[in-house]
């Protein structure tokens, strides 16, 4: 079993869309947790941190379940250049062993 | 200020040819990571360094040596290419997590490596 998990998609959405990803982690040591996004061909840039209490930032809003080991990020009115593809991250006791996941493609359409 | 950068962006390499990957940062930054990216695979962590001078193993450290001579550069060398470490290789920056363990990673552009 993986230690992230992540849906793979490809997520095929229209523009104004609401689409959510989820993503699992097994290590319930895990203390830290990001969501990346990642254009095709580019390296990973921070989207956003994901805290216990949930957080919101424009249109993207990112939660916290540790009883079930999953992290959300929920995008509202969905643009095209939201196409990209979303890395969940998990940041373990430690410091040092970071977890990416495998990634979840989205495609926004007009 | 150019954030994390990669050289070479692109390289060809036969079975048992070594080469030097360079990363260079100017944020300061005491921690560097290097990873490579697989299809289908979560970006996985080779080597990193918390210092200069200080390097430590990651999740697949075989086949690779790393060095951080100075903080603000960190090498990545493969002594003998194998088709196996064909890849996308990233370098990544952080401030000294400490306590504070949300940092930022910065990633580079990346380097494509082919080895036939």
């Known amino acids: 079993r993986k230690e992230v998990e992540q849906d793979p998609g490809p997520f095929n959405v229209p523009e104004g869309a609401t689409v959510a990803f989820n993503c699992t982690y097994s290590?319930?040591?895990?203390?830290?947790f990001f969501w990346y996004r990642q254009d095709c061909r580019k390296e990973p840039k921070l989207l956003m941190s994901v805290y216990s209490s949930g957080n919101e930032d424009g249109r993207f809003t990112a939660q916290l379940n540790r009883a079930s080991q999953y992290i959300s990020l929920l995008i509202r009115d969905s643009k095209l250049s939201d196409s990209a593809t979303y890395l969940c991250?998990?940041?373990?006791?430690?410091?040092?062993?970071?977890?990416f996941g495998a990634g979840t493609r989205l495609f926004v359409k007009a | 200020n150019a954030g994390v950068t990669q050289t070479p962006k692109f390289r060809v390499l036969k079975t048992g040819q070594s080469m030097t990957l360079l990363c260079a940062q100017d944020?300061?930054?005491?921690?560097m990571y290097w990873y490579r990216q697989d299809p289908g695979m979560g970006l996985r962590l080779i080597h990193y360094s918390v210092g200069e001078g200080t390097t430590a193993k990651g999740e697949v450290p075989d086949g690779y040596n790393v060095s951080r001579l100075k903080k603000q550069n960190f090498l990545l060398g493969l002594e003998s290419a194998a088709p196996s470490q064909t890849s996308v290789y990233f370098c990544?920056?952080?401030?000294?997590?400490?306590?504070?363990?949300?940092?930022?990673?910065?990633f580079g552009p990346g380097t494509r490596l082919l080895v036939l």
């Open positions: 290590n319930s040591a895990s203390q830290s």
């Open positions: 944020m300061n930054h005491e921690y």
């Open positions: 990544a920056s952080s401030y000294n997590g400490g306590e504070r363990l949300q940092e930022t990673q910065y």
């Open positions: 991250v998990v940041l373990q006791t430690g410091g040092f062993k970071t977890i």
